[in-house]
């Protein structure tokens, strides 16, 4: 498969660039940065350092793309320390950002390979409706769309009612979810029930003593820290990579529903939730449409499988 | 236990009534009128109706309340056919509602026996979001408030994103949640899990062949029937009844949890949506605070049971 | 004429109060206090000290009302001092409150004598809505509805774009607004146009040395330092009793239009903002009727001499 | 002067163009579409016939960009008949649109030539939010932003509260005032006071008996007859017109004052409100800072006089 990640690369958006670049039969063709975790800059070094542990130095390119969002003022993530890497302290990669803005890069490469290129976004979506209101063509032209953000049961991470990408970008989200792509979501509710590795997992990742499983290691040093701290056992959720898996073999996708999403951008208490309708329900409003796919529920232990496989590479 | 009930009464609005008045120990004291389901005038017949269904004519007073939401417009319910009693055709009742108005009545009451009256709000909170602030101590004094309202998961009955109660007066709902009251929800959430009557169970009441049943069968025949038609199979759900049978027999709520309730008055897409979030969840947002309990689960079983016990009286 | 005054008495409020009781042909029925300015009971007490430096101590009853707004967080007002009376520090006044709650004071008088009583609302409009919302005929019951409140060209005193007296109940206000009362309005712009004394005026009437004039002194000292400090000269505003001195005696109105006000209570940057539009535009929006009419000029020497006057006896 | 003007080319705008093609000194570098009044394409057409109207067929590229807001629903403005020409019929112009995206081309020649170039603004902000989002560093390499927009006093055309142009992209409209461009705005509230020619000015325009006193003779039809019809008198608004006018010659600027500039993006009856307000005011919000210069009165007879000799010619 073809494949292109819009990415605000801190933590485990690392991981899911990983099992792209070390799965076969997945070529990452392009990398853009995103606004979302942490500082702009120092996304863009992770992905190029996360190229390089990949071994795929200067094969595959890095965009950088809006440095903030539409309207809201950007804040930065939590959970990922500083930079983002727990403070992994790679070495700087020797391949550098291209100089075409990721937005052109976006559209220049979907459109010059109508249905054949999906597309994952793990970030906030700045990027994509920047994009597609500039080329309102890739919507259809762009073969499938995997988003991850959003909750479907409104509980969110970054307010009570909000998930951290949809939350940083709420503009940029209903834009992307209007504008006629195929999407599937991967959502924050989906990541609390499907994506976590528990302690058992940890270690058999760790035991691999690859260079990637000791990439992963160093880089999912704070999450795991933090989730000692504050539930007793060392744990680590993937929601980006959780999507990236998906995207990449469909099968381990459990349940899925057709829906109708908008996500607010007014509301008191409610910026940046997403409603993720039923049909039915979206039906009473004749405005609404179905306009995603809902990923429901997800094969963890197969998951696993797939990420243990990528970094024993 | 003594109770209070306010109401926008039709279909299953009566039956909780009827539960209320039919169980050995509860005290129905007064039914408040509030606007919702259909006419405001025909609400109150349909009250009036009940009690004399249920052999206490005269006994238990009815007060008029607000015929309006607080600013929203108002707009009548589906579901209820146009008396909201599926064309009954009830007698009218001889006794008739009293002078004073709900507001004074739910103040003068429960000011007067402080700790000993609980309420159920089985309809649009206008009355009570009146009542609190014109007399903020009914807070305290209330017992324990029961509101039959909102959702915890996000997906609503009336708009995709809110259910009826909440939808109809937003700024209402608010008010009362942030008044201070020890509540208690039963959502609609709530009602898709465990109020609702399949085939077998409705044909047993229908054959206990008692007036109450038999006023039972007639003011459910449209639900039945739209049931019926829309899912091809005969089923009636009960919001309303089952938040009584919570109130009466708190034993039969089999989870529950403490969450932090508010209600978004604004939004493009979520007014009258209500977050119900848990603590840990709200504790991100430093003004937010328990302010009540959802019930996650009853036991349908044993609601089906007092409703039956009910009816055959 | 028979009048009722709706107050947050703070400074300028006892001003409109003297007025209204000192000119002949006028009859304060009676003072309701509604949530606003400074401490509510702290309010309460002004307006009977107010009363008591009338000279009508028993003669004008005064009834509490809302503590605080239906849905916003209360704040005081600035500009007024700790007292709102500029640190007077009057004596405790002899006539206590009433007992009847200001909304049933409110429903009881209006519906008492239809179509005689005029009503100043120079306060949030806490009270009026709640009254209006228990009992909808006082709306054409009440001869004339003199509201202080909003702005007809944006430009705001406590936000940007919104005025105090709507600010702090924007939601009420609505209420008030679509409730089918026959109003004029007396906004904020007007204040700034016409209802400013300069320091020759003032000194006009401290130089009148009677009782009134001394409590006038007295009561407006704050705001007098406050101009003096900011715009480098001694002048005094006067919003509430130029709406008073309007009611009084309408001839003193230079300029009316007729308009369609609606109030903002969700928004960004403009929650509390009113729009008080010409009917042609509000002719646009088919759900727009004028519902109120508008001062955009008064005499500001006309009202002074009514001022002089009232506090020449 | 060297200038790009971004329009939704119809009526006045293609005079604003012709104003800036014909007087001397000014160099029309580019003309960029956005979405707004009428169909996109035909804006385009409309654009190029002007160009070919003044003679400069081939010499002012014109640029195609966003064909429709950020968020908001594109609905066509009224006032200009189908083709936005008042039916003018112009033959269609041999020079084509080129190739390059319209944000692509303001973002190219901006940064080519810092601080040389100044923009008018005469459409919604799609084109320009889009442009600066992508890529920030404009804001500062624009020597100057004129913006048609808006109103100064809350009274709008479209809405009651909105101006079209704010109205149809409020979002972008916010992003272009939060952007850090040195702008000054031109707004509805003074196309009302000083924009207006009546109808000996437009009798006089008329009597010139040139192309373009013919040009604009036909392509002012609609506006023409719609004023007669509604106000009994031929007159004819030119809010755009004006705008270039004021970039052209500032000193037909009569009176100007900075200001905070917000657009309301929420809001139930403020959608595309702008907020702008004098400094003073919004330095009670901290976050507010002067980021616009407000004109608020205009030369109207020196306007006329430049319109005159550019049609002249
Ligand atoms: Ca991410
Ligand atoms: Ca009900
Ligand atoms: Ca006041
Ligand atoms: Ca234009």
């Keep these: 498969m073809r494949l292109i990640i819009d990415t605000d690369t801190a933590g485990d958006d690392c991981f899911s660039l990983l099992l792209a670049m070390k799965t076969p039969g997945v070529t990452l063709e392009a ?15 992770n992905a190029l350092a996360t190229i390089e542990a990949a071994g795929l130095s200067g094969q595959v390119p890095v965009y950088l793309g809006a440095r903030k969002p539409l309207l809201a003022e950007w804040e930065p993530a939590q959970m990922h320390g500083a930079d983002g890497m727990s403070g992994a302290n790679l070495p700087r990669a020797r391949q550098r ?4 803005h990721a937005v052109d890069a976006l559209i220049e490469r979907i459109m010059a390979a109508p249905g054949e290129i999906e597309m994952i976004a793990q970030a906030p979506l700045t990027n994509l409706a920047l ?11 762009l073969k499938h769309l995997w988003i991850m953000g959003g909750t479907d049961n409104s509980v969110g991470n970054v307010t009570p009612c909000a998930e951290f990408n949809f939350y940083v970008d709420p503009e940029a989200a ?4 209007r504008a006629g792509f195929d999407i599937t979501v991967s959502t924050w509710t989906l990541t609390m029930r499907a994506s976590t590795f528990d302690a058992d997992q940890l270690a058999r990742l760790d035991a691999l003593e690859t260079p ?24 680590c959720t993937h929601p980006d990579t959780l999507t990236c898996a998906c995207a990449i073999d469909p099968s381990i996708i459990r349940a899925a529903r057709p829906a109708v999403v908008r996500i607010e951008t007014a509301g008191k208490i ?8 039923p049909a039915k329900l979206g039906a009473r409003w004749p405005e609404y449409h179905d306009n995603a796919r ?3 529920d997800a094969d963890n232990t197969a998951f696993f499988a797939m990420l243990e496989r990528a970094f024993s590479a």
Tied chains: 1, 2, 3, 4.
């Design 131 to 141: 994009a597609v209101t500039k080329e309102p063509r890739i919507a259809k032209a």
């Design 212 to 235: 990637l499983s000791e990439f992963y290691r160093k880089v999912s040093d704070t999450p795991r820290k933090v989730a000692l701290e504050r539930y007793g056992r060392v744990i």
């Design 97 to 100: 950002p291209e100089d075409q």
């Design 270 to 277: 409610t910026r940046g939730f997403s409603a993720m309708h």
């Design 31 to 45: 990398v853009t940065i995103c606004n979302g975790n942490v500082d702009f800059d120092q996304q863009a070094e």
């Design 174 to 177: 209903e834009i992307v979810f």
């Design 294 to 296: 809902i990923i429901e």
